[in-house]
Each structure stands twice: as structure tokens, then as C-alpha cells.
């Protein structure tokens, strides 16, 4: 029952209007947390950490404009990918006949905590075991993207790429591949 749930709230959002530019651009985000996400879960509690793994962004789809333009839409600079994203999954559910209320509620707190912190705009502290491991992914890919990108574009000399201010370090570049 629950797995047919997850999975039709999926097949709903996709059909809600994902703008396929966007989709692309979101793809490995979603790949890389899901993977994360679906390995940490080693106790079998699987029943909604696919679904919020999947659609912890979807709010995006609002908050920013398509593709070359890619900016904050009023919407998405009024009220957030976090507030839209969670709406959404309520919305979406009440059209599914016989969805599961407690479930609902379950996603829309993984999609509500998933920054972790009030200060980085969540705001819930994630309070389930499926919510901390979304968080976490969430964390992980979005920091080792970063550390990617300075590598990706470093042209220094030396061992070390620099100081990056959004993950407050500096980088030191790999010895061995
Ligand atoms: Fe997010």
C-alpha cells in the first residue's frame, strides 16, 4: 500500500509540469542524494525515504524560471523551494484517492527539514530517522559539488586550490586519483 502510494505521488509530480531543461539540471542532485539516502537506510525503513529523496526539491520547479533565463520567480523568492515543495506533496496526495494522511505528513516533514537547520531555511530540525538521512545526503552532495567545482576550475600552481568561502576551508588538491 505504501509503496504504490510513494510511487503514484512520483508519477503526479512528474506530470504536474517539470520543465525538461530543469529536470536534466536536477537529475544528478536527485541521483546523487537518492543513492545516499537508499544506502544509508540499512534497517529496511524504506517506506517514504525513496519518495522524499526524490522530491526533497521538487519546489524548485516553481522557484526558479526555466531555462537560459534559470532565475528566482516571485514565487520562488516569496516563498521558498522548502514551503512550495511541501505544499505540493499535500496538494498532490489529496487528489490521490485513499492516500495515506500520516504519510503525507511524514513527506511533507522530510521536505520541510531537509536544510537541517532553521538557519538555512528549514524550518523543522529534521525529527525522523528518514528526514536526518535525507539531510544528510542533501549536505553531502551539495558540499562534494563544490569541492568538485573549485577543483574542476583550479588553474593554481601547488597543492592547495584555495580558500572557498561557502564551505569555509581551504582546499587542498588530491595527490592520488
Ligand atoms: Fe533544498
Known amino acids: 500500500m505504501h509503496d504504490l502510494s510513494v510511487s503514484d505521488i512520483h508519477g503526479y509530480m512528474i506530470d504536474a509540469g517539470t520543465a525538461g531543461v530543469k529536470q536534466q539540471v536536477a537529475r544528478l542532485h536527485l541521483t546523487g542524494v537518492h543513492c545516499v539516502t537508499l544506502g544509508c537506510l540499512r534497517t529496511g525503513r524504506t517506506v517514504h525515504a525513496d519518495a522524499c529523496a526524490m522530491l526533497h526539491d521538487v519546489g524548485k520547479i516553481m522557484e526558479l524560471s526555466d531555462f537560459p533565463e534559470n532565475d528566482y520567480t516571485d514565487e ?56 536526518f538521512i535525507l539531510h544528510c545526503a542533501d549536505n553531502m552532495d551539495a558540499k562534494t559539488k563544490m569541492f568538485e567545482e573549485m577543483l574542476a576550475a583550479d588553474n593554481t600552481q601547488g597543492s592547495w586550490a584555495g580558500y572557498h568561502r561557502m564551505l569555509a576551508r581551504n582546499i587542498r588538491k588530491s595527490d592520488y586519483k
Do not use: N
Not at 85 to 96: H, N, P, V
Not at 108 to 130: A, F, N, Q, R
Open 76 to 131: 520562488g523568492q516569496l516563498l521558498g523551494h522548502i514551503f512550495i515543495g511541501a505544499e505540493l506533496i499535500r496538494d498532490t496526495a489529496a487528489k490521490i484517492e485513499g492516500f495515506p494522511q500520516k504519510l503525507v505528513m511524514l513527506l511533507m516533514h522530510c521536505i520541510l527539514s531537509h536544510h537541517g537547520e532553521l538557519e538555512y531555511g528549514s524550518p523543522k530540525v529534521p525529527e525522523t530517522i528518514e528526514a
